[in-house]
């Protein structure tokens, strides 16, 4: 996975949250149930979880001052 595939799934569960919030609302104020929103609630945390996991997939986390093998060592340069 990229980071660029990483973030875009995050903004999108910022999208479906944004979305499931207005439904919600939407149905309270017009009497209506809040079940099928509730359900969209629900999808939208599980994308925010997934999309939270995709961008802690992609972190490397190595002791201080340790050496850290790649393929491709200048995807870690980080400015340095």
Do not use: C, W, Y
Not at 4 to 19: G, I, K, L
Not at 40 to 46: F, S
Not at 58 to 75: G, I
């Amino acid at each position: 996975m990229t980071g660029s595939a990483a973030d875009s799934m995050a903004e999108s569960a910022v999208a479906q949250t944004r979305d499931a919030s207005f439904h919600a609302i939407t149905a309270e104020l017009q009497g209506q149930s809040i079940g099928p929103a509730e359900a969209l609630q629900d999808a939208a945390r599980r994308s925010t979880l997934l999309a939270g996991e995709a961008r802690s997939s992609l972190l490397v986390n190595a002791p201080k001052d340790a050496v850290v093998l790649s393929k491709h060592p200048e995807a870690f340069t980080f400015g340095f």
